[in-house]
């Protein structure tokens, strides 16, 4: 059972490799650049790393597509820095998680090469092959990043599936052997002392393409326990799986407290609400509050002792936080910190993006400036399909996964500390005013407030294991709520806007103190100011 998992009561801090930390000057971050800013995440408290991939890949979709499941990428080092990484981190209790990109591999992986090669080779049945004629493929599935989802291979004149990019072919879950071979590579990584895994587009691995099915596929979770059986269960791991098709009835199935398949899924339901029903999420709509806190509430009441939640605003593939929900302007500071206390107060293991501990924000570059294949493939698109360039920019300076990967900002020299060399990608120029030197030692930081509510979640167990009750749930601009368990009431109340409003919810006792605010002053009479948050603790 996963009652006592040590992943319950952690942290863990994501890190974009190529965006973190550069120490060979190539402008590009690597593995030694992360070992040598572990004493900074040892100071904010997390528990464990997940790392976005860093394995051998022609790195088309920055590492998402792996050539070599068994070897690092010499851009971010080798087999021997990467063993070095996990004793090092270890020393600090930190433990390393590997992301394990499964659905597909690159176009120029070994078994890729043999496939493609006869419909008779022994790798072809490794990946989705389907007959048609040069011009007419199979169907008009389309493909995540653009395009059709079915590229034809004139040598063996058969087309081959891929939900993503061209050079991302999907992999036959189908193929037993191939499942075989997943598992003798991941029980490898497991040797070697990896703390768990990220698995990504883990709901897509069951396509039925003939059946038009990409996610939820009807093999699905037969897979998973398979894989988890063969791998996970032999050791203490964390294992998170990526699932944009999450409801809280398949992730009670994916977190079951048996343990028979993963400990926990990312889902996206509070993160697709600010786009136009049945559209992309380049299809800007605004921020509907009170369905916000629908999502958030069911997730929570839903999987309380069923299942386990991820708490995430950021990652490597989303817009910054305080741009799209807060105020990256004048009430950066505030809104940054309203949002990391309105998350850390829930139940299940919080997620850090790299950065976002600083409230790092949105970029909004020229077209020239953006690297991601999604972003510059839709640009192209979009513009074909007779969209004004403003409104894609728009929709981009929203949206595009590279608000997510401009480089860390670590101190206001030379590139913000990321590299001596020439980054990458452009930095973001606020790195003068946002920066991690600058906040590292003020106790009124954004940093700092994250570092506090890492330490509560240690500290007090109604964190981990107290129930949720949404309070004002109605209320146009309040989000607070009330966790409990045996002993301890946890009361959490932020004000979502830069407007002031009057609380109707007063305190519930005079036994509870402050645990923590984003303002210095505490008005008593409940008026909340723009974006303040505060939580309470009290004894029962
Ligand atoms: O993301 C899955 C995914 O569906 C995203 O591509 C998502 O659709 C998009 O970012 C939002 O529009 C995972 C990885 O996190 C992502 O970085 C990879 O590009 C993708 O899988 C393919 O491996
Ligand atoms: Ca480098």
Redesign the pocket.
């Given at each position: 059972m996963n009652d006592n998992k040590w992943w319950k009561s952690a942290v863990i801090y994501q890190i974009y490799p190529r965006s973190f930390a550069d120490s060979n000057h190539d402008g590009i971050g690597d593995l030694q650049g992360i070992i040598s800013k572990l004493d900074y995440l040892e100071n904010l408290g997390i528990d464990a790393v997940w790392l976005s991939p860093v394995c051998k890949s022609p790195q088309d979709?920055?590492g998402?597509d792996i050539s070599d499941y068994q070897d690092i990428d010499p851009m971010f080092g080798t087999l021997e820095d990467m063993d070095e990484l996990i004793k090092e981190a270890g020393k600090r209790n930190i433990r390393i998680i590997m992301d394990l990109?499964l659905?597909?591999s690159s176009d120029e992986h070994y078994w890729f090469k043999e496939a493609k090669k006869s419909r008779e080779n022994p790798y072809h049945d490794y990946y989705v092959w389907r007959d048609g004629a040069e011009g007419t493929p199979p169907n008009d599935m389309r493909a995540?990043f653009g395009g059709s989802a079915w590229e034809w291979v004139p040598e063996i004149k058969q087309y081959y599936f891929h939900q993503?990019a061209v050079k991302?072919p999907d992999l036959n879950w189908e193929n037993p052997k191939l499942r075989k071979e997943i598992y003798t590579m991941i029980n490898w990584w497991i040797e070697k002392g990896v703390g768990g895994f990220r698995l990504?587009?883990i709901d897509q691995i069951a396509k039925e393409p003939d059946k038009r099915i990409t996610n939820n596929g009807p093999r699905l979770h037969e897979f998973l326990r398979e894989l988890s059986k063969e791998t996970f269960q032999k050791a203490d791991l964390v294992t998170v799986g990526?699932a944009?098709g999450a409801t809280t009835e398949l992730a009670k199935l994916y977190s079951n407290p048996d343990n028979s398949e993963l400990s926990m899924v990312f889902q996206f339901e509070h993160i697709c609400l600010d786009q136009l029903e049945g559209k992309e999420?380049w299809d800007l709509a605004p921020l509907p509050f009170l369905r916000l806190k629908e999502v958030f509430g069911r997730w929570q009441e839903e999987l309380f002792e069923k299942g386990w939640n991820s708490l995430f605003w950021n990652?490597?593939?989303l817009p910054r936080i305080v741009s799209r929900w807060g105020n990256d302007g004048k009430y950066r500071v505030e809104s940054a910190k309203m949002l990391a206390i309105l998350l850390h107060g829930m139940q299940g293991t919080p997620y850090i993006y790299q950065g976002e501990e600083l409230g790092m924000t949105n970029a909004a570059y020229e077209i020239e400036e953006y690297r991601d294949i999604?972003t510059l493939n839709l640009y192209k698109e979009r513009l074909e399909n007779g969209y004004a360039k403003e409104e894609v920019m728009r929709s981009i300076h929203a949206k595009s996964?590279d608000n997510a990967r401009t480089p860390m900002q670590w101190n206001d020299e030379k590139n913000a500390g990321f590299t001596e060399g020439t980054p990458w990608i452009k930095l973001n120029p606020n790195y003068k005013e946002i920066n991690a030197a600058k906040q590292v030692n003020d106790r009124n930081s954004i940093f700092s407030c994250y570092k506090e509510l890492i330490r509560f979640r240690k500290q007090y167990p109604v964190f981990v294991r107290g129930n949720f009750q949404m309070l004002l749930a109605n209320h146009e601009s309040i989000f607070a709520y009330i966790r409990e368990d045996d002993q301890t009431q946890l009361l959490v109340i932020c004000n979502f806007y830069d407007q002031t409003v009057d609380c109707p919810y007063k305190m519930p006792g005079e036994d509870m103190r402050l645990l923590i605010s984003n303002y210095k002053d505490t008005d008593q009479n409940f008026i909340l100011r723009p974006y303040e948050a505060r939580m309470y603790l009290g004894e029962k």
């Open positions: 979709d920055n998402y990109v659905n597909h995540a993503f991302q990504d587009v990526e944009w999420k990652n490597h593939d999604e996964r």
